[in-house]
């Protein structure tokens, strides 16, 4: 067995132990396995959704999903330049990187505050680009993790574009062979591949709210959503927890006059 197969066999080993243990499920389970077989503390998966555009698909826990969600919300930091640039970025003291102005509206958005490393490692097949994986670990990758990192990330990549409404992509034989018959075979058989794509519970909850506020506005989705990141980053608070606060109607929009959105009803 070659190091690629025995890191996709552990990958696989790791999706199976996720499945049946009650962790997230879809891309939250993918970064879970990320956890379980790379040398990381937290993984978390962003999709790009077009010119400016992410979501955060899916984290290993909460925190990875919040410096996710800030990542989106920015359109900065090591996961989008790692999509644009189509090769890993290795930031081992992320503090410091914001501290010496990489990455400055990452870096109001509280970012800084984080301690220790990101990982971002770009999900792409040719010329299909997917999004990013982002590891979060205390110290830098060794040799054997950063190779460990690249064969996870193609494989969460295969396994993606396998999950996408026809028309799929073309993928190459190799990597049908090597990636999708074998999960399809080691996961539970009725955890369906096209839940990859099922959001997280906390993207779901920002397209619910930025539905909400944009009828509270009288206004389109873009200034919407513009509006919630904004109140988000400037009171220093998760987008997802704002997102929840406006679900819930603990928070309300109003018209474009300047002021802050109200209390909702209690």
Known sequence: MTGAEEVG???VAALARAAGSGSPRGAGLLSVACVQVLPVTRAAIMIWTGPGGWEMLGASDSEAADYAQLEAATGEGPGPQAHRHQAPVLV???AAALGAGRWPLLAA???AHKDGGVFAFPLQLGAIRVGTLDLYADTMLDKAGFAAAVQVA???TTLLL???PDPRPELPEQHRADAIDVFTH???DSYRLGSWWEPAQSTREIHQATGMIAAQLGTDITTAYARLVGFALAASLP????SADVVAHRVLFRPDDGSEPDPGPS
């Open 9 to 11: 066999a552990r990958f």
């Open 186 to 188: 080691a996961i539970n």
């Open 154 to 156: 193609e494989l969460i």
């Open 92 to 94: 081992p003291d992320v």
């Open 239 to 242: 987008i997802a927890q704002v």
């Open 162 to 164: 396998s999950a996408t």
């Open 109 to 111: 958005a509280g970012f």
